[in-house]
């Protein structure tokens, strides 16, 4: 299954924010939108990601006053992209040896969805039992 195919079905929307929004602001808007990462965009161009994990460390190492912090000071700069051509089993593998949960995808470097580890999971659960049934209905067929 390909990432454009898993955008398809769950859709495009991406929730984004700005490098100068504080980290409380963007923990709340984590918080309302029920996503665990959402993009930096600066402009149109895609300059950091910050998730869940990023607002937890800001706070463990600097307390309260990392909320008034601007989240470029926590985001995670160094973004890995998925291409909507690109398979579930590679961006698993690389998902999983980056240890990261969610990668921004880009066509012709410009921001058309999201994918989480828990999107390709299920499309990776639901490809298996697919196949599962397929090999069931040959052999009550045989």
Same mark, same amino acid.
């Given at each position: 299954? !390909?990432?454009?195919?898993?955008?398809? *079905?769950?859709?495009?929307?991406?929730?984004?924010?700005?490098?100068?929004?504080?980290?409380?602001?963007?923990?709340?808007?984590?918080?309302?939108?029920?996503?665990?990462? !959402?993009?930096?965009? &600066?402009?149109?161009?895609?300059?950091?990601?910050?998730? #869940?994990?990023?607002?937890?460390?800001? %706070?463990?190492?600097?307390?309260?006053?990392?909320?008034?912090?601007?989240? *470029?000071d926590?985001m995670?700069? /160094?973004?890995?992209?998925?291409?909507?051509? #690109?398979?579930?089993?590679?961006?698993?593998?690389?998902?999983?040896?980056?240890?990261?949960?969610?990668?921004?995808?880009?066509? /012709?470097e410009?921001?058309?969805?999201?994918?989480?580890?828990g999107? !390709?999971?299920?499309?990776?659960?639901? #490809? %298996?039992?697919?196949?599962? &049934?397929?090999?069931?209905?040959?052999?009550?067929a045989?």
């Open positions: 299954m !390909l990432v454009s195919q898993i955008l398809r *079905s769950k859709g495009d929307t991406v929730f984004t924010t700005r490098p100068t929004e504080t980290v409380a602001e963007v923990a709340a808007l984590l918080h309302a939108r029920g996503v665990g990462a !959402l993009v930096v965009l &600066d402009s149109d161009r895609v300059v950091g990601i910050v998730s #869940e994990r990023d607002i937890v460390r800001a %706070v463990a190492e600097r307390g309260q006053a990392a909320l008034a912090r601007p989240v *470029s926590f995670t700069a /160094n973004v890995l992209f998925a291409e909507p051509g #690109e398979t579930v089993d590679g961006l698993l593998g690389r998902m999983t040896d980056r240890r990261i949960r969610h990668l921004p995808v880009c066509r /012709n410009r921001l058309v969805g999201i994918v989480s580890i999107d !390709l999971v299920k499309s990776k659960i639901s #490809e %298996v039992e697919a196949e599962a &049934d397929g090999l069931k209905a040959y052999i009550a045989s």
